[in-house]
């Protein structure tokens, strides 16, 4: 499974995600069954990409690979 995610792909929070339970702020922005278009990559990270949520404020966030999980992958 792919683990590394690149613009254009489409990804949703994990359900065992721990730091969405634990955080307030997290919840705020987000829900399990959100889907996220990730928006860039960070050259040379395995840990964080910029995305969207879909149907949200249209903001970009900073968000953690291992958090998420591949939806669709980016049609190149």
Do not use: N, P
Not at 12 to 35: C, G, H, N, P, Y
């Amino acid at each position: 499974m792919k683990t590394v995610f690149e613009a254009g792909d489409l990804v949703r929070v994990k359900k065992d995600s721990w730091w969405l339970e634990r955080s307030q702020t997290f919840r705020k922005m987000i829900a399990v069954d959100d889907i996220l278009l990730v928006t860039d990559d960070i050259v040379k990270s395995q840990r964080f990409f910029y995305g969207v949520i879909c149907g949200g404020s249209g903001e970009s966030h900073l968000w953690s690979h291992d958090q998420f999980e591949l939806v669709q992958e980016a049609v190149k």
